[in-house]
Every structure is written in structure tokens, then in C-alpha cells.
């Protein structure tokens, strides 16, 4: 089915569908009453999960109310967006790579098939990739212009293209001419893009003996010659630079520093668990041969500074000589696999070379000079310098390091919402407001509240609050509390509603001689699951910081009063 889009004369809308990868905005998203609202006015939306989530049934009827679930006030007839879900995979079910913010990419084996018609996030991409292509194709009227109609789907999942260097971890080859029986299409597989990320030699590419078309590079930069790595002039294609590394042809040589590749190649399979030795027989916590690290299998990123010292006669050898990383001694040394290379079972240097070398390359090869800065990045909207500010919505009304209260640049959407922030010291919220997850639940919930066991741990949604406050407001522990915030006066009334855990965690701050109550909340509920309830992200701000938009909402102000039902409401705090 192709759904109708409608147009900016008949809908004033920007964003006509939306497809939401294991992601649940509904929950999830700050300020999520606006996010909730905001499908509605979608043409279409598709979820790919494991189960049905908020996201998904936004628009189904309250079983109490018949309204929406997701939107109070609206019902299920006036919604128009279309929703599909697909049925995915979990991670155990499908192969393919993992990596984190410690640079290492590692791979992920298939433990079991998934249930029913479900299909992994490549296959399903891949197959979608494929049909919009024909679909573009039959009806671009030109397709010299159109971007999609002439989309290069990969030589790794195109048929016909003769290519059999797919190799798996036993030595047989992966049939590329075979397509899925449920779709009729070629079937995607993670091998096969992890090569073309790796990157291939193109056709047209300068001949030479190791430049066969279709053969994998094996790095982007290598300290003697270009053999076998990225070249300009369109002669090797890749998808990113620094994955470059990962899944190399075994039949171009590499050096040891890159590490020694499985039989196919893929070096995010390697699974030595036994930490690397340096030369004297001491070790610094490498572990080079487990999976790989972007680039170039470097443990330690910027490792070059620990030996540089630029006109010094000890150039190349480590500024701490017991715990070097990287050492270059003099030709000749007995630790030395070869004149003027790096000491055994070092790293792979970052930014430099050994002494005597006519390339001058300084430590800090992610930034233009080379070396290290004070200060951040010229492109930060908030810098150079680290400063002190408020968040958006704070109980402050003067910042007591700095004569600004908040940051000027923080990031807000342009959109007319933007009321539902409060203003700076506003007497009607008068508490700090902070979120946080649990161990219990992941994220958004919905794999996790769909689980018996884990809802057993952690049944229903709590906010924690000080013994001082429970006090003065006269909540116990296990009460029912409602928070409301400034996008309560906005959405409908939206407020929180949750158990209360009086704790001695959390006290009561003292601010510039004035006392300041703090609460926090979870955020993984919903209404769709086995467990269900409040999420935090309904009272949480839409605002975010000033360089990447990450939301801010570990900050808001509201207010808290015990509710647990007619004729046992508390008082807000005044």
C-alpha cells in the first residue's frame, strides 16, 4: 500500500510519516503529551518492535473514557494517521555488529530464529530499500534527477553482480543469487554489509596488484605505503572511514598492529581473551585480539602523546619509561621486532612516527594543528569556555556564579508550544524536578514491562522524595502522589500520578541561605504492557542543549501534593 501525502495546501504539516525503529517517542520523549498529540497528525506511521508500544496505540480508545489512550480529549474517529507494526527481532535473534563508546565494534551471533513473521531490522530495510527503488523507477520522470530511482543498493545485496567473496566463519560462501521466499526479494545479510562498510576497491581504480575490483581495503592509512587502503579519485568506496579496519580481505597482508583477522576477515570476530604482553614482559590492560577498535585497532586513543617531545634528543621514547604504551628505542635494541618500529605489544600509534621519519605528524590527529587545545571545538554554540548556567527551567531567579541566569543558546524547538515552559522562580512549581531509569526496566519499557519477572521486581511507576518533604506535606510511603509541571496548565491537565518512596536519599538543598526540595521519578512507564502507569517524560521540558539537542530533561521545576483519590488529596507545596 502507498499511502496519499498530503500537502502543505491542505495540511499544515512538515513531516507527512514516520517510522520509529524500536523507538517509543510516546514514552520516551520529553514533554511526551505534545509528542502523543503530535501523531495524530501524521499521513502514516509505522512501528517495527517487539511488542505493541505507546507509540503504536496512541490512538486506540480508553476502555474507561473512549478517548484516546494516548491523547485526552481526542477520539480514536478523528485521528486519520494510519499505523502499521512490524514484528521484529530481538538481538539474539539475528547476527550482526555491536559497538560502544569505548570504540569497540564486536560481533553478534544468531542464538535462535525469531517467532512468527518476525524479521530482523536489516531484512526488513532491506526489502523496503528495494521496493521504494522499483516503485521510484516506474514513476520518476526523470531518472537522471531523481536520487532514489538511481540509488546504489551495495554490491553486497544486489543480484547479478558475480561477487563471491562471502565468506562464512566455517569457510563456506553465502549464496547471493538466492532470494528470501517470504518477499521474493534478495535476502540481506550483516556480512555482507559489514565488507561494503569496510570498503572495496571500485571500478576504474589504478591497477596494481592488489587492487583487484571488489577486493576489501584493509585500512585507511598505513605508515609505508598505500597497499591496500583508502585512495582518493574514486578508486575505493567505503562507507566510513574509520570502520575501514573491520572486516579487511584476508589475502591483503597486514601489519601485527592491526591485529590478526579470522579466516574471512572479519576482525569483529576475534575472540582472544588473553591480554597482550609488552616486550618486557609487563602488561598495560590490552586486549587487542578481542574484537576490534576503530581506527586501525588502536586501543588508546591519542597514544602518540605520551612520546612526543618535539626538538627533545628522547623524542620517541615514553614520557613514564615503566608504563610506556608506545616506545621507539634506537636500532638494535633486543625488544625491537625491526629497526625503528615500535616496541612489542605496544598499541598502534596515534599521530606519530619514529624518530628519523621525514613526516612530521603530531599527536592530536583529529584536530587540524595537532595538538592538544584548552579550549573546545570554534564550532560549539556555547563555548569556548565551560560556564555555569541554570537550567531552562529552574526555582532561581539570579544565577550565584554568573551574572547570566541560563544559557542563551539552548536549543528550543520553533514551535508555539513553547509556552509550556516556566519561567525562572515561578511560585507555582517551587520544586526541582530530575529523572532516572531503573535496573528493572530499560528505556521506554516495552521490552522490558512486557516481561513477568521484571514486573514483579518493579510493578508499578514511584517518585522519590525527601523525609523533609513527605513531612510538610503530609505523604507517606506508598501513598499515591500527583506532580504537575507547566506542561500540565498546557496539555489537558496532564499531571504525573505514581507511588510514593519517602527516602533518605535525596535531602533538601540549601541554595544561597534558602531551602530547595528535589524529587525524582522513572520514566519506562506506559499504557500498553503488563505493567503499566505514568511516565516521568509527561511533566519533563522540551528543551535541549545548545550543540546537539540532547533534551534537558534531567531539569524541570513542579510540584507535588498527595492524591489518592476523592476525599484524600493534599496540598500542593506553596
Same mark, same amino acid.
Given at each position: 500500500?502507498?499511502?496519499?501525502?498530503?500537502?502543505?495546501?491542505?495540511?499544515?504539516?512538515?513531516?507527512?510519516?514516520?517510522?520509529?525503529?524500536?523507538?517509543?517517542?510516546?514514552?520516551?520523549?520529553?514533554?511526551?503529551?505534545?509528542?502523543?498529540?503530535?501523531?495524530?497528525?501524521?499521513?502514516?506511521?509505522?512501528?517495527?518492535?517487539?511488542?505493541?508500544?505507546?507509540?503504536?496505540?496512541?490512538?486506540?480508545?480508553?476502555?474507561?473514557?473512549?478517548?484516546?489512550?494516548?491523547?485526552?480529549?481526542?477520539?480514536?474517529?478523528?485521528?486519520?494517521?494510519?499505523?502499521?507494526?512490524?514484528?521484529?527481532?530481538?538481538?539474539?535473534?539475528?547476527?550482526?555488529?555491536?559497538?560502544?563508546?569505548?570504540?569497540?565494534?564486536?560481533?553478534?551471533?544468531k542464538a535462535c530464529d525469531a517467532p512468527g513473521e518476525a524479521m530482523d531490522d536489516l531484512s526488513i530495510i532491506n526489502e523496503l530499500g528495494k521496493r521504494l527503488i522499483a516503485l521510484y523507477q516506474a514513476d520518476a520522470p526523470s531518472l537522471?534527477?531523481?536520487?532514489?530511482?538511481?540509488?546504489?543498493?551495495?554490491?553486497?545485496?544486489?543480484?547479478?553482480?558475480?561477487?563471491?567473496?562471502?565468506?562464512?566463519?566455517?569457510?563456506?560462501?553465502?549464496?547471493?543469487?538466492?532470494?528470501?521466499?517470504?518477499?521474493?526479494?534478495?535476502?540481506?545479510?550483516?556480512?555482507?554489509?559489514?565488507?561494503?562498510l569496510n570498503g572495496y576497491f571500485c571500478p576504474g581504480a589504478e591497477a596494481t596488484a592488489d587492487t583487484i575490483v571488489g577486493a576489501r581495503v584493509n585500512g585507511f592509512f598505513n605508515a609505508t605505503a598505500s597497499k591496500g587502503t583508502l585512495?582518493?579519485?574514486?578508486?575505493?568506496?567505503?562507507?566510513?572511514?574509520?570502520?575501514?579496519?573491520?572486516?579487511?580481505?584476508?589475502?591483503?597482508?597486514?601489519?601485527?598492529?592491526?591485529?590478526?583477522?579470522?579466516?574471512?576477515?572479519?576482525?569483529?570476530?576475534?575472540?582472544?581473551?588473553?591480554?597482550?604482553?609488552?616486550?618486557?614482559?609487563?602488561?598495560?590492560?590490552?586486549?587487542?585480539?578481542?574484537?576490534?577498535?576503530?581506527?586501525?585497532?588502536?586501543?588508546?586513543?591519542?597514544?602518540?602523546?605520551?612520546?612526543?617531545?618535539?626538538?627533545?634528543?628522547?623524542?620517541?621514547?615514553?614520557?613514564?619509561?615503566?608504563?610506556?604504551?608506545?616506545?621507539?628505542?634506537?636500532?638494535?635494541?633486543?625488544?625491537?621486532?625491526?629497526?625503528?618500529?615500535?616496541?612489542?605489544?605496544?598499541?598502534?600509534?596515534?599521530?606519530?612516527?619514529?624518530?628519523?621519519?621525514?613526516?612530521?605528524?603530531?599527536?592530536?590527529?583529529?584536530?587540524?594543528?595537532?595538538? /592538544?587545545?584548552?579550549?573546545?571545538?570554534?564550532?560549539?554554540?556555547?563555548?569556548?569556555?565551560?560556564?555555569?548556567?541554570?537550567?531552562?527551567?529552574?526555582?532561581?531567579?539570579?544565577?550565584?556564579?554568573?551574572?547570566?541566569?541560563?544559557?542563551?543558546?539552548?536549543?528550543?524547538?520553533?514551535?508555539?508550544?513553547?509556552?509550556?515552559?516556566?519561567?525562572?522562580?515561578?511560585?507555582?512549581?517551587?520544586?526541582?524536578?530530575?529523572?532516572?531509569?531503573?535496573?528493572?526496566?530499560?528505556?521506554?519499557?516495552?521490552?522490558?514491562?512486557?516481561?513477568?519477572?521484571?514486573?514483579?521486581?518493579?510493578?508499578?511507576?514511584?517518585?522519590?522524595?525527601?523525609?523533609?518533604?513527605?513531612?510538610?506535606?503530609?505523604?507517606?510511603?506508598?501513598?499515591?502522589?500527583?506532580?504537575?509541571?507547566?506542561?500540565?496548565?498546557?496539555?489537558?491537565?496532564?499531571?504525573?500520578?505514581?507511588?510514593?518512596?519517602?527516602?533518605?536519599?535525596?535531602?533538601?538543598?540549601?541554595?544561597?541561605?534558602?531551602?530547595?526540595?528535589?524529587?525524582?521519578?522513572?520514566?519506562?512507564?506506559?499504557?500498553?504492557?503488563?505493567?503499566?502507569?505514568?511516565?516521568?517524560?509527561?511533566?519533563?521540558?522540551?528543551?535541549?542543549?545548545?550543540?546537539?539537542?540532547?533534551?534537558?530533561?534531567?531539569?524541570?521545576?513542579?510540584?507535588?501534593?498527595?492524591?489518592?483519590?476523592?476525599?484524600?488529596?493534599?496540598?500542593?507545596? /506553596?
Amino acid at each position: 500500500m502507498v499511502p496519499q501525502l498530503g500537502t502543505p495546501e491542505n495540511k499544515p504539516q512538515v513531516v507527512y510519516g514516520l517510522m520509529c525503529w524500536g523507538s517509543n517517542p510516546a514514552v520516551g520523549g520529553p514533554s511526551s503529551s505534545w509528542e502523543r498529540s503530535a501523531l495524530q497528525h501524521l499521513d502514516w506511521l509505522v512501528c517495527v518492535d517487539l511488542w505493541k508500544t505507546e507509540t503504536a496505540a496512541f490512538w486506540e480508545p480508553d476502555p474507561v473514557t473512549g478517548e484516546c489512550i494516548g491523547i485526552p480529549g481526542q477520539i480514536p474517529a478523528n485521528v486519520g494517521t494510519t499505523v502499521y507494526m512490524l514484528p521484529a527481532s530481538a538481538s539474539f535473534e539475528k547476527e550482526g555488529s555491536v559497538s560502544n563508546s569505548s570504540r569497540l565494534s564486536q560481533w553478534r551471533y544468531k542464538a535462535c530464529d525469531a517467532p512468527g513473521e518476525a524479521m530482523d531490522d536489516l531484512s526488513i530495510i532491506n526489502e523496503l530499500g528495494k521496493r521504494l527503488i522499483a516503485l521510484y523507477q516506474a514513476d520518476a520522470p526523470s531518472l537522471l534527477r531523481d536520487p532514489v530511482a538511481n540509488l546504489y543498493w551495495g554490491p553486497y545485496c544486489n543480484p547479478g553482480t558475480g561477487n563471491v567473496d562471502f565468506w562464512g566463519m566455517d569457510g563456506s560462501a553465502y549464496d547471493d543469487g538466492i532470494p528470501d521466499p517470504r518477499t521474493g526479494l534478495l535476502e540481506a545479510n550483516a556480512h555482507k554489509v559489514a565488507k561494503e562498510l569496510n570498503g572495496y576497491f571500485c571500478p576504474g581504480a589504478e591497477a596494481t596488484a592488489d587492487t583487484i575490483v571488489g577486493a576489501r581495503v584493509n585500512g585507511f592509512f598505513n605508515a609505508t605505503a598505500s597497499k591496500g587502503t583508502l585512495r582518493e579519485g574514486a578508486q575505493t568506496s567505503s562507507g566510513n572511514w574509520l570502520y575501514c579496519v573491520m572486516y579487511p580481505d584476508p589475502n591483503i597482508p597486514s601489519t601485527d598492529a592491526y591485529g590478526s583477522s579470522p579466516a574471512n576477515g572479519n576482525r569483529q570476530e576475534k575472540r582472544d581473551p588473553v591480554e597482550v604482553a609488552r616486550a618486557d614482559g609487563n602488561y598495560i590492560g590490552l586486549f587487542k585480539n578481542w574484537a576490534v577498535c576503530w581506527p586501525l585497532n588502536r586501543r588508546i586513543i591519542y597514544n602518540g602523546a605520551s612520546v612526543y617531545q618535539a626538538g627533545h634528543p628522547l623524542c620517541g621514547q615514553p614520557l613514564a619509561p615503566s608504563k610506556w604504551v608506545l616506545d621507539f628505542p634506537a636500532a638494535g635494541d633486543p625488544l625491537v621486532p625491526g629497526a625503528g618500529s615500535n616496541k612489542a605489544g605496544g598499541d598502534v600509534p596515534d599521530g606519530y612516527n619514529p624518530p628519523g621519519g621525514s613526516l612530521v605528524r603530531y599527536p592530536f590527529i583529529m584536530v587540524s594543528e595537532g595538538h /592538544a587545545r584548552i579550549f573546545g571545538g570554534f564550532s560549539l554554540e556555547d563555548g569556548p569556555f565551560p560556564e555555569h548556567y541554570e537550567p531552562l527551567e529552574t526555582v532561581l531567579t539570579e544565577n550565584v556564579i554568573s551574572q547570566t541566569l541560563g544559557t542563551p543558546t539552548v536549543f528550543l524547538h520553533a514551535r508555539p508550544e513553547r509556552v509550556e515552559i516556566a519561567v525562572p522562580g515561578n511560585s507555582e512549581f517551587p520544586i526541582i524536578g530530575t529523572t532516572y531509569r531503573l535496573t528493572e526496566h530499560w528505556q521506554a519499557g516495552a521490552m522490558t514491562r512486557n516481561l513477568p519477572w521484571l514486573c514483579e521486581l518493579q510493578p508499578e511507576a514511584f517518585v522519590e522524595l525527601s523525609v523533609e518533604l513527605a513531612g510538610i506535606l503530609d505523604i507517606e510511603n506508598g501513598d499515591t502522589v500527583e506532580i504537575k509541571t507547566q506542561r500540565t496548565n498546557y496539555y489537558n491537565n496532564q499531571t504525573m500520578m505514581a507511588k510514593a518512596c519517602v527516602t533518605k536519599r535525596l535531602k533538601t538543598f540549601n541554595i544561597n541561605g534558602s531551602p530547595r526540595h528535589v524529587i525524582g521519578a522513572i520514566w519506562h512507564f506506559g499504557y500498553v504492557g503488563l505493567a503499566t502507569g505514568d511516565s516521568a517524560n509527561l511533566v519533563t521540558a522540551h528543551a535541549g542543549d545548545a550543540n546537539t539537542g540532547i533534551p534537558e530533561s534531567k531539569a524541570f521545576i513542579c510540584n507535588i501534593r498527595r492524591n489518592n483519590g476523592v476525599g484524600d488529596v493534599g496540598d500542593w507545596l /506553596a
